[in-house]
């Protein structure tokens, strides 16, 4: 089994910041890209920002500018940095990864996601 276990969510008024850090665990032989989600109410899943490997990342429009993501490839974690947050940021946010299991079995898993809120 591979877990994804996100933290750092919360309340936050219009121009504050958070970080979220997803930590990875579990039967992996090797993470592959690692990226955020968001999920506002009543839309779509849409992608935040990803970074594979080796640093290289890519982010929404929306969010260019203001969000950072990182990774530490020793602790399996991966961070994402919200800056500047807005009200048409809040979202419920999923860290997923593209994971090589044991036994050589590859596929993207998620996080059970964390609630991020802008409000004043």
């Known amino acids: 089994q591979v877990q994804l276990l996100e933290s750092g969510g919360g309340l936050v008024q219009p121009g504050g910041s958070l970080q979220l850090s997803c930590a990875a665990s579990?039967?992996?032989?090797?993470?592959?890209?690692m990226g955020w989600y968001g999920q506002a109410p009543g839309k779509q899943r849409e992608l935040v920002a990803t970074?594979?490997?080796?640093?290289?990342?890519n982010y929404a429009d929306s969010v260019k500018g203001r969000f950072t993501i990182s990774r530490d490839n020793a602790k399996r974690t991966v961070f994402l940095q919200m800056n500047s947050l807005k009200p048409e940021d809040t979202a419920v946010y999923y860290c997923?990864?593209?994971?090589?299991?044991?036994?050589?079995?590859?596929?993207?898993?998620w996080g059970q996601g964390t609630q991020v809120t802008v409000s004043s």
């Open positions: 579990g039967s992996i032989t090797r993470l592959y890209d």
């Open positions: 970074i594979d490997t080796t640093g290289s990342t």
């Open positions: 997923n990864a593209d994971v090589l299991k044991w036994g050589g079995v590859r596929g993207i898993h």
